[in-house]
Antibody
């Protein structure tokens, strides 16, 4: 079945790095733009980053620009989020999601992976 | 502070009709389509409405969406206890080259 499974979350000190992965299955991964969306504890959803289907273009929220890098390996059906210079305010559940419509119609979501930035 | 504005809470009794509003600006709702997501407690969001008023396969027709100008709304008719969840609106924002979300509305079925 169509599925996204995130991994790589954990507890990390401020200023350190972490890399999240999102393994896709059940669909042709290379046909879809993919997003990372996060949700801080008790808060709403916040878009983090977008990568187009062929990886040619990437877009970021201002809050993570210059610190986070989105990438993908279509041969391995995997999406990544490299997070550097982590801050306490990056603490959240991170979800990867498939863009069905090309304008944010995120129709498949992973279960999420939790990132906690704390000393 | 979320870019789109939603009421933090809403409530209704079983069988009632409730609406949830979502307000934006010319760079997002005013020029792009709106999507709605349902998030049951402790779970990932689920696409509920896309392109203003389209329902993905499996979403009951009790759920409907509409858009006018820089605002949108989600209507739920025949409210059921399993509808108790958080509802998030979202729209593409031309100035960000990405989607923006509302803060979410927690719906309570009394």
């Amino acid at each position: 079945q169509v599925q996204l499974v995130e991994s790589g979350g954990g507890v990390v000190q401020p200023g350190r790095s972490l890399r999240l992965s999102c393994a896709a299955s059940g669909f042709t991964f290379s046909n879809y733009a993919m997003h990372w969306v996060r949700q801080a504890p008790g808060k709403g959803l916040e878009w983090v980053a977008l990568i187009l289907d062929d990886g040619s273009n990437k877009f970021y929220a201002d809050s993570v620009k210059g610190r986070f890098t989105i990438s993908r390996d279509n041969s391995q059906n995997t999406l990544y989020l490299q997070m550097n210079s982590l801050r306490a305010e990056d603490t959240a559940i991170y979800y990867c999601a498939r863009d069905q419509t090309g304008d944010g119609g995120l129709d498949v979501w992973g279960q999420g992976t939790t990132v906690t930035v704390s000393s | 502070q979320s870019v789109l504005t939603q009421p933090p809470s809403a409530s209704g009794t079983p069988g009632q009709r409730v609406t949830i509003s979502c307000s934006g600006s010319s760079s997002n709702i005013g020029s792009n389509t709106v999507n709605w997501f349902q998030q049951l407690p402790g779970t990932a969001p689920k696409l509920l409405i896309y392109t203003n008023n389209q329902r993905p396969s499996g979403v009951p027709d009790r759920f409907s969406g509409s858009k006018s100008g820089t605002s949108a709304s989600l209507a739920i008719s025949g409210l059921q206890s399993e509808d108790e969840a958080a509802y998030h609106c979202a729209a593409w924002d031309d100035s960000l080259d990405g989607p923006v979300f509302g803060g979410g509305t927690k719906l309570t079925v009394l």
